[in-house]
């Protein structure tokens, strides 16, 4: 019996034998796959995450701290982790994502919803409830760059001054990054895994959660895999979520510049990540989709870096594998 096979015998026993239907739901970077279920006028959300492949536990433990802190996550209406089957709550067919590119008449109404909920998942954040994010972690993650994005896709073997160099710009965008203050991190909480819903957001795609630095779900927010938003409206966001942040007692710093920086920084070491991410299921998974919005990561990098002075290594470096002419001047 093949899983899918597998998947509807048991559908059949947890909708009592009711006749449903079962229709591609989303697509996923994992090995996970989502179906939408039609039962009785009702639908429902079944993933199938072979056990092999993924870890359905975290998922369920993650949903529970999440509909605790008060946001809005699928209930879990059936489970068998052994197979890996799950059956959810249906929090609707439109993510914020589809909404924006359907022209949505005010996206940052959207927006002010996440925050809000981003706000409430991090204030009940608590030490040993979620694995740390810590160091090697987060430096695995930059190495996926070099690795996958420069060697794999782009074919560059860099020369040992290179790689000397990297590694220096690495350890300072890691240092950054572990003093900040720790909360409960999404680690994807972006417009593609936020559902128009009510009450809004609805929020997915959350079982990869940490409890890391304070500025990485904002940076994620305002940084998107697939959207594109002038700088003004990403300071203007940030600094909507600072103020609230502030006002609701999380611990993000006193003044917004060193918070600014904060974010930039922690954005920076989650573009790395993406930038190998993608090119890792282009060529070793056969997922050729990602790999085309890696330009919008190498500019969010080279924007940063031409901020910065410590970061001009990494400039340089981008400037020659994009072929862009380096350009001079930093702000900080």
């Given at each position: 019996?093949?899983?899918?096979?597998?998947?509807?015998?048991?559908?059949?026993?947890?909708?009592?034998?009711?006749?449903?239907?079962?229709?591609?739901?989303?697509?996923?970077?994992?090995?996970?796959?989502?179906?939408?279920?039609?039962?009785?006028?009702?639908?429902?959300?079944?993933?199938?995450?072979?056990?092999?492949?993924?870890?359905?536990?975290?998922?369920?433990?993650?949903?529970?701290?999440?509909?605790?802190?008060?946001?809005?996550?699928?209930?879990?209406?059936?489970?068998?982790?052994?197979?890996?089957?799950?059956?959810?709550?249906?929090?609707?067919?439109?993510?914020?994502?589809?909404?924006?590119?359907?022209?949505?008449?005010?996206?940052?109404?959207?927006?002010?919803?996440?925050?809000?909920?981003?706000?409430?998942?991090?204030?009940?954040?608590?030490?040993?409830?979620?694995?740390?994010?810590?160091?090697?972690?987060?430096?695995?993650?930059?190495?996926?760059?070099?690795?996958?994005?420069?060697?794999?896709?782009?074919?560059?073997?860099?020369?040992?001054?290179?790689?000397?160099?990297?590694?220096?710009?690495?350890?300072?965008?890691?240092?950054?990054?572990?003093?900040?203050?720790?909360?409960?991190?999404?680690?994807?909480?972006?417009?593609?895994?936020?559902?128009?819903?009510?009450?809004?957001?609805?929020?997915?795609?959350?079982?990869?959660?940490?409890?890391?630095?304070?500025?990485?779900?904002?940076?994620?927010?305002?940084?998107?895999?697939?959207?594109?938003?002038?700088?003004?409206?990403?300071?203007?966001?940030?600094?909507?979520?600072?103020?609230?942040?502030?006002?609701?007692?999380?611990?993000?710093?006193?003044?917004?510049?060193?918070?600014?920086?904060?974010?930039?920084?922690?954005?920076l070491q989650r573009h790395l990540k993406v930038a190998g991410i993608f090119a890792r299921l282009h060529?070793?998974?056969?997922?050729?989709?990602?790999?085309?919005?890696t330009p919008r990561f190498i500019d969010y990098m080279r924007r940063t870096c031409a901020r910065y002075?410590?970061?001009?290594?990494?400039?340089?470096?981008?400037?020659?594998?994009?072929?862009?002419?380096?350009?001079?001047?930093?702000?900080?």
């Amino acid at each position: 019996m093949d899983r899918l096979e597998a998947l509807d015998a048991w559908l059949a026993a947890a909708l009592a034998g009711r006749p449903f239907t079962r229709v591609p739901a989303s697509a996923d970077a994992s090995f996970r796959r989502y179906f939408r279920i039609a039962c009785d006028g009702r639908t429902w959300i079944a993933m199938d995450a072979p056990p092999d492949r993924e870890d359905s536990r975290p998922f369920v433990h993650v949903a529970a701290l999440m509909r605790e802190a008060g946001l809005h996550v699928p209930d879990i209406v059936a489970q068998d982790l052994s197979r890996g089957f799950l059956l959810l709550s249906d929090l609707g067919p439109r993510t914020f994502l589809q909404a924006i590119q359907a022209g949505h008449p005010d996206p940052q109404a959207l927006f002010a919803d996440a925050r809000e909920s981003l706000v409430r998942w991090q204030l009940a954040s608590r030490e040993g409830s979620l694995p740390e994010y810590d160091e090697p972690t987060l430096r695995r993650e930059v190495e996926l760059f070099p690795d996958w994005y420069l060697a794999r896709h782009r074919g560059l073997v860099l020369e040992p001054k290179d790689r000397a160099e990297l590694t220096a710009v690495f350890d300072r965008i890691l240092a950054a990054n572990l003093a900040q203050p720790r909360v409960y991190v999404h680690r994807d909480f972006m417009p593609r895994n936020l559902m128009v819903s009510e009450p809004n957001p609805g929020v997915l795609d959350f079982q990869d959660a940490l409890h890391g630095p304070v500025s990485y779900d904002i940076a994620c927010l305002y940084r998107d895999a697939y959207l594109s938003w002038e700088e003004d409206v990403v300071l203007d966001g940030t600094i909507r979520y600072w103020d609230l942040a502030r006002s609701k007692g999380l611990p993000v710093r006193a003044d917004f510049a060193d918070f600014w920086r904060d974010v930039e920084w922690m954005g920076l070491q989650r573009h790395l990540k993406v930038a190998g991410i993608f090119a890792r299921l282009h060529h070793r998974d056969g997922k050729a989709g990602y790999v085309e919005d890696t330009p919008r990561f190498i500019d969010y990098m080279r924007r940063t870096c031409a901020r910065y002075r410590e970061l001009a290594p990494l400039a340089r470096l981008l400037d020659r594998v994009e072929g862009v002419e380096t350009r001079s001047g930093t702000t900080f």
